[in-house]
């Protein structure tokens, strides 16, 4: 039985009827389609291969932005290092002094 505390979040959509749509899944012994157990289930009426150059043409896009990202902020890098005063760069020695509790001996 379920307890008291469990909550549960359901989420249903209804698909278009469509002449053919995509499964991504493991068929159970009892002829259902379920989820894997490492991936989710995928249900489209996108074919298999427009799935396939979708994911793709997203992950050349993040992989492009990402590029871009490290070269905009090494640009930045460089810049700071040449627009620094060199003077506030010397860094000074502090001392710090730590205590602690005494050790103690066995006896």
């Given at each position: 039985m379920l307890s008291l505390g469990t909550k549960y979040t359901v989420?249903?959509?209804?698909?278009p009827i469509v002449q053919r749509v995509y499964a991504c899944g493991k068929l159970s012994d009892q002829g259902a389609i379920a989820a894997p157990g490492w991936r989710q289930l995928i249900l489209s009426s996108k074919s298999r291969d427009e799935l396939l150059s979708s994911a793709t043409k997203g992950a050349k896009?993040?992989?492009l932005a990402?590029?871009?990202a490290?070269?905009?902020g090494s640009g930045l890098a460089v810049v700071g290092q040449f627009?620094?005063?060199p003077?506030?760069?010397q860094i000074t020695p502090s001392v710090t002094k730590t205590t602690g509790a005494p050790?103690?001996?066995k006896k």
């Open positions: 989420e249903e959509e209804v698909m896009i993040f992989l990402g590029a871009a490290f070269l905009v627009t620094a005063d003077n506030e760069a050790l103690l001996k």
